[in-house]
């Protein structure tokens, strides 16, 4: 597949479910990754798996609801690793409630963490790619951003916010050669959804042709080919990695 030897991945929620299978692949194809998280012990184990591997990884605490431990986090990967040259904003959190009974306390965390966090996190990242004249940004989207789903309207509003900050991002930074894209998951089988009833999961289920939940890996094999060389005249798009789920 692609390769990604000397190249400097950060994954933002890297330490379990799609980031932490993202975090392997782009080791696998050679790069050296910074996992971060708020649970440090969680994005040791990753860490230890990529090592594993032979490639270089740190282990980073950090709260994306937080612009210090942001800032914090870009400046020990840059010390540690080197200069950021691909970045995954994978870290998302849901507080899931019908709109009429939705606290503004749940709407303004899913916010800060899942679109303000990006936001801040890609700030800080920016200037290594820019002097290196290249980079890889792919943020981490959901079906839900495009479809709609009960229940969810601060994760969704995140969510398409996204959709918009891919390509405003993308235009801003394609003079500096730096690619901007989105991946958008439809019904992945991870701790995020583990949550889900039997109800609820078969009521997915029908809903995706091609019958079957999705798994980390199909998300992460995406996010490998954006992160690629191969994919240099991609940016500005999002690739559903859906089941047909949405067309
Ligand atoms: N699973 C699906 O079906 C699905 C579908 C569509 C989109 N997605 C998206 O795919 C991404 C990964 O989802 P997942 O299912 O793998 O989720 P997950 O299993 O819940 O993992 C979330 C990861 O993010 C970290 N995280 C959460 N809040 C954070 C914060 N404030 N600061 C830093 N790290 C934080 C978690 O670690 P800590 O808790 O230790 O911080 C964990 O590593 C998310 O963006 C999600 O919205 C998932």
Known sequence: MFNLSGQIALVTGGS???GRAIALTLAELGADVAVMARTLEKCETVAEEIRAKGR?????RGDM????????AVAKVGEQLGPISI????AAITRDGLMLRMKQHDWDEVINT???GVFLMTQAVLPMMTKARKGRIINVTSVVAQMGNVGQVNYISAKSGLLGFTKAVAREYASRN???????????????????GEAARNAMLEQIPLK????DLDVAYAVAFLASDEAGYVTGQVININGGMYM
């Open 16 to 18: 379990q479910g799609i």
């Open 65 to 72: 609801g937080n612009a210090e431990d942001i800032k914090a």
């Open 114 to 116: 899942n679109l303000t």
């Open 87 to 90: 970045l995954v904003n994978n």
């Open 178 to 196: 730096i690619t901007v894209n989105a991946v958008a998951p439809g019904f992945i089988e991870t701790p995020m959804t583990d949550v889900l």
């Open 212 to 215: 079957r939940p999705g798994t």
């Open 56 to 60: 270089r990884a740190v282990a980073v």
